[in-house]
């Protein structure tokens, strides 16, 4: 995708998603998607801070959550065109959860 945008294909930014999973053995560089997803919202807004660095904005709440929530992993998705979209960037960082109350 990054390299489609760099030639000149619009590059959309489309949704955040969360969750509470934990990498192990697997190579992330593979993921499809998050290993537990519990949450996804739309894409507030987007600033390119310079060439290499962009700011995105996305909210999410604990609305549906019965219980408690340490989240680990994000995954900011996108697409080119009106191609389905795909996992962009992937974070997962358990030592550092987001807890996030019921």
């Known amino acids: 995708m990054i390299a489609r945008s ?6 959309t ?20 998607g ?3 997803q519990v949450k996804s919202t739309d894409i507030n807004s987007f600033k390119i801070l310079n060439e290499n660095l962009i700011q995105i904005e996305a909210i999410y709440s604990n609305e549906g959550f019965e219980t408690s929530k340490a989240i680990t992993e994000y995954g900011i998705y996108a ?24």
């Not at 930014?13 to 499809?32: A, Q, R, S």
């Open 13 to 32: 930014f489309t949704t955040l998603k969360v969750g509470v999973g934990v990498v192990g053995e697997e190579n992330p560089y593979d993921f499809t």
């Open 34 to 36: 998050l290993k537990r």
């Open 6 to 11: 760099i030639a000149g294909e619009k590059l």
């Open 79 to 102: 697409k080119i065109g009106e191609e389905e979209e795909k996992l962009y960037c992937y974070m997962c960082r358990p030592e550092l959860p987001e807890n996030v109350s019921a």
